[in-house]
């Protein structure tokens, strides 16, 4: 007998081929396992999976049990990844990632644009100009399914399980693409109501007024620096993080808010000059492998083109009062104007 005689089954078949390799038998635990991981908690997890809270932990248990290792440990707001978890949960995201773009793909194998494709944005850009604007982009490829996503994290595309998502710092990595975009630009804004009740907030008056703030704005990297600085002349009434939220509170006249430029278009919107201006670059993110998926190329260039430089609300220079554009569409209907 040759021993690399082709005919030899056990040493040309591959994995595939051996029924025995199943992962150790324990899909399902993995898939809970993910979840926690994702969620950072047992009962966020339970709730996600449409399951209870005990038998996510027994899963959990049992996936430790079989690979004679801890995953988890408790933490202050749930539950945090051991190094071996981390590791685990790495290789499960990248499968994920995988799995969703296999079956996306099969599913328009012969097909003309079709398939799902989901963008990670934070709510504001979606309101006023994203969602605005998807019954356009839906006539001309009515096959495309957009999964529009608030991030987890504004800086991470693995992190919001997505094919692509609109940042403000770039990324590197070998499997992501990067393109750098327009500026978004902040400045004061305060509503009609406010001013008839407290008077105008100017530079030298700002001891004697309210403000809006945002954890967001409080991170340290010198970007936000002018807004806090006028923020500790006065006195915060209100902390809000989720970004729609934070403009109706600016809308109903509760103190001065640092909202994009875009929302002067807001009838009752006063931007105020406070020596404040800030502008953060934009930046569209997307993995490498998906763009070769028609479906996810054509939003990405949608989504780049409305984010560019040419869209006049994101050019180099901040503008309050910016030539008519296509961009408009959806912050004009938003308003009713």
Request: hydrophobic content about 40%; overall charge neutral; some cysteine.
């Amino acid at each position: 007998m040759k021993p690399f005689d082709p005919d030899q089954r056990n040493l040309t078949r591959t994995p595939l081929d051996n029924e025995h390799i199943l992962s150790g038998q324990f899909w399902g635990e993995l898939r809970v396992f993910l979840a926690v991981a994702k969620a950072k908690s047992f009962n966020r997890a339970a709730e996600l999976l449409n399951s209870s809270q005990p038998t996510v932990s027994r899963q959990v248990k049992r996936l430790q049990d079989l690979m004679g290792s801890q995953l988890f440990v408790p933490s202050q707001h749930g539950v945090k990844l051991t190094p071996k978890g981390q590791a685990l949960a790495q290789a499960l995201s990248s499968l994920d990632h995988s799995l969703f773009a296999l079956t996306n793909d099969l599913r328009a194998e012969n097909k003309e644009a079709e398939g799902i494709v989901r963008v990670s944005i934070t709510d504001g850009l979606n309101t006023f100009f994203v969602a605005p604007a998807v019954s356009t982009f839906a006539a001309e490829y009515p096959k495309i399914q957009l999964h529009l996503k608030s991030p987890a994290n504004v800086v991470s595309l693995r992190d919001n399980q997505t094919d692509m998502m609109i940042g403000f710092s770039p990324i590197d990595a070998a499997d992501i693409y990067t393109q750098k975009l327009g500026a978004l630009h902040f400045i004061p804004i305060v509503a009609k109501s406010y001013i008839q009740q407290h008077g105008i907030p100017t530079r030298s008056n700002l001891e004697q007024h309210l403000f809006l703030q945002s954890e967001f704005y409080t991170a340290k990297t010198g970007l936000w620096d002018s807004w806090n600085r006028a923020v500790l002349r006065g006195r915060i009434v209100h902390f809000c993080d989720n970004s729609m939220a934070y403009g109706m509170l600016v809308k109903a006249g509760l103190g001065i808010g640092l909202l994009g430029s875009y929302t002067i278009l807001e009838p009752n919107a006063v931007p105020l000059e406070l020596d404040v201006a800030i502008s953060v670059p934009l930046y569209a993110h997307a993995l490498t492998e998906r763009l070769n998926a028609k479906p996810v190329r054509l939003a990405f260039d949608w989504l780049c083109d409305m984010f560019g430089s040419s869209n006049p609300w994101f050019g180099p220079r901040l503008r309050l009062d910016p030539p008519q554009s296509r961009f408009d569409i959806g912050i004009k209907l938003l308003f009713n104007l």
